[in-house]
């Protein structure tokens, strides 16, 4: 637009401006308007809000030729962005580029700060950063900054590595902030040995230089290194100790997730009120069961008065769910006045996993009604519920109206739901057709709910067939599958086929998961593996396991060996079956708590057949409730019995 023209618009724009303002009231025709001074303007921008609108600021400015004020004009671009108009900032900065002065470093680090905030046109930045270079202007510390920020936004680690070559050209090497936004970059990029170059280098570090180095390493992974970094650090803020907590979380170590968030409570006491940390926290005693430490958790953001955003709202129901409080997760639920669909999925699949299908259903209707749109992992939570509790039919029509009616695309987990729900209700063969038939090629997980079905619904011509179908499948690929049909085989007794499987599968048996339970006692968490010995107790809890064993079986509970895939004797087979870790947990459980009191365990593979039947007994004989979380389900065992009826 020629200059004089977009003058005359902005005039225009004045007018209109004027007249819905509270300030200049409200007769404006072009003979009596006065023309404001350059001081009048800076004062109406000092005013915050604003009082008159941004544009007939703007409109006065450009018309008066008040571009030429390079204070003005930076404080107006300031005020654009303040109010996030980046666009209209951005033309006001090229129009004072183009027709009144060149700008200083100031002007192209306000530019350059405010697009490497922006996550979609962060790559502006940059693109100005090279045009301030070919103008001649000297980038400061600031400069670098804010490049670098936008470096890591954008994933472009080469052209980071330029900018750090010009930071040393330009000697900020030993700067500070330009370490600290370089420190972050290398670690965003996961290279660790330049982070620590970088660091190791500086004359000056700060709680920040320390902390990314620390979120560095602990987002690869490397949790001791990232402990001994932190235990060295001389300050901490609350991002050092929520990349501590969540860098453990992260690391399947919750044990030690939690150690670190009693530690930022006991000493620091200005750490109190970060969300994330709460999160990470709550999400740690989820996967543990440890209930008693999130009771704790949840008791002290009520007392401290802590907000409970979206997110910790999520982390509570399923931390209670997941520590088998289902009523404690649904009334957590019902004070939500907006949950959103992460807490109606949270609440869904509590529901399912303690086998309430109907309150699943219940709450899934209740979301359609309140037109929240369910995601992904809100069908599998329904779908898995409606499996659990037999809704064969609701079941059914959820899932074929998944895409048409929420245009959502069943997935493989999905569909492996849906032949669960199937193969439950003893509906073999359409569950069998439904996975010939899937447009996705079945994995090992489908294979193995069918057979489970088969075995429940003692369809062995169908099974037959099924283990055909998962001998085909390649097991370089499928540990867990190759692990499950050498117990199979094992059961059937067909020693060569399982020694001809450990062959196949060599040395990958060692990195498989090793079976895992956890039992909280009075705020400490007990962690056991399979014929463990490092427990400090752990001869009296053996003796203690020998006796409640020898009690359990006077009151007829037999050792189911079938479970051992080594080709053992039956005395050998019913010794290893007797340390699974679980039963290690219940015996260390019987011999600390109270008579009456309810034992709860978390494992982290789903329970064998044998654990399942000497945990029933063990109820039975030492009149106790013992609820155990394993990979799929809550078994609550009572009196003799477990609530999943014997089917998991
Ligand atoms: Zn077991
Ligand atoms: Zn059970």
């Not at 996550?119 to 693109?127: G, T, Y």
């Not at 609440?347 to 369910?374: S, Y």
């Amino acid at each position: 637009m020629h200059a004089s023209l977009r003058a005359k618009s902005l005039v225009q724009t004045i007018r209109t401006c004027f007249c819905s303002s509270s300030l200049c009231k409200p007769e404006l025709d072009e003979s009596r308007f006065i023309v404001p001074s350059r001081k009048n303007i800076s004062q109406l921008l000092k005013l915050k809000p604003p009082l008159i609108p941004l544009n007939q600021i703007l409109a006065l400015t450009v018309t008066h030729s008040f571009t030429a004020d390079s204070l003005l004009t930076h404080s107006l671009i300031h005020c654009y962005l303040s109010c996030n108009s980046i666009v209209t900032a951005r033309y006001l900065f090229d129009y004072s580029c183009s027709y009144s002065f060149s700008p200083s470093t100031l002007f192209w680090n306000l530019m350059i700060r405010a697009y490497s905030k922006q996550l979609i046109h962060s790559s502006e930045s940059v693109v100005l950063f090279k045009k301030m270079m070919l103008g001649f202007c000297c980038p400061d510390k600031y400069t670098f900054t804010f490049v670098m920020t936008s470096c890591s936004r954008q994933m472009s680690v080469v052209f980071g590595q330029s900018v750090h070559a010009l930071v040393i050209k330009y000697g900020y090497a030993f700067d500070l902030y330009v370490g600290n936004s370089l420190i972050n970059l290398y670690c965003v990029f996961v290279r660790m040995g330049d982070a620590q170059k970088v660091f190791d280098g500086m004359l000056k570090r700060d709680v920040f230089s320390w902390t990314s180095l620390v979120a560095g390493y602990a987002k690869q992974g490397e949790m001791d290194r990232a402990c001994k970094i932190f235990g060295l650090m001389p300050s901490y803020n609350e991002v050092s100790w929520a990349v501590m907590i969540s860098g453990y979380v992260g690391s399947g170590r919750y044990v030690e997730a939690l150690q670190y968030f009693r530690d930022m409570l006991c000493y620091d006491s200005n750490v109190k009120s970060n969300e994330a940390v709460f999160a990470s926290a709550l999400s740690a005693c989820a996967h543990l069961g440890a209930l008693d430490h999130g009771k704790w958790i949840h008791f002290y953001m009520k007392k401290f008065m802590i907000c409970v955003a979206s997110n910790i709202s999520t982390a509570l129901i399923d931390m209670y769910a997941k520590c088998g409080k289902i009523d404690c997760a649904s009334q957590v639920f019902n004070e939500l006045s907006h949950p959103d669909v992460q807490n109606f999925t949270s609440m869904i699949t509590g529901f399912a996993n303690h086998g309430l299908g109907k309150d699943a259903l219940r709450v899934f209707n209740q979301m359609l009604a309140k037109q929240v749109k369910p995601n992904e992992i809100t069908f599998l939570g329904v779908l898995n519920g409606c499996s659990h509790a037999g809704l064969v039919e609701e079941g059914s029509s959820i899932f074929f109206n998944m895409e048409s009616l929420w245009g959502i695309v069943p997935k493989l987990e999905h569909y492996g739901c849906y032949v669960d729900l199937l193969g439950r209700a003893g509906y073999l063969e359409k569950a069998f057709r439904t996975v010939k038939n899937m447009p996705m090629k079945p994995d090992i997980v489908i294979w193995r709910a069918l057979l489970s079905a088969c075995r429940v619904h003692r369809d062995v011509k169908l099974g037959e067939l099924i283990i055909n179908h998962i001998e085909q499948l390649d097991y370089s690929r499928h540990g867990g599958g190759a692990v499950l049909l050498s117990n199979l085989y094992a059961s059937l007794g067909r020693w060569d086929r399982v020694a001809q499987l450990r062959k196949v599968m060599g040395v990958r048996t060692n990195n498989l998961s090793i079976g895992c339970s956890w039992i909280e006692l009075n705020g400490v968490v007990h962690k056991f593996r399979v014929a463990d010995k490092s427990h400090p107790q752990v001869l009296e809890i053996r003796d203690k396991l020998s006796e409640i064993l020898r009690r359990v079986r006077i009151a007829g509970y037999i050792t189911n060996t079938m479970p051992v895939s080594f080709d053992l004797t039956e005395e050998e087979k019913e010794q290893a079956m007797a340390w699974h870790s679980e039963k290690l947990a219940v015996a260390f459980g019987l011999m600390s708590t109270e008579p009456g009191t309810c034992i709860r365990i978390v494992k982290n593979l789903r329970t064998c057949e044998d654990c399942h039947a000497a945990l029933k007994a063990i109820s039975n004989v030492y009149c106790r409730e013992i609820i155990v979380r394993d990979r799929t389900r809550f078994h609550t065992f009572k009196e003799g019995n477990c609530l999943c009826n014997d089917y998991w």
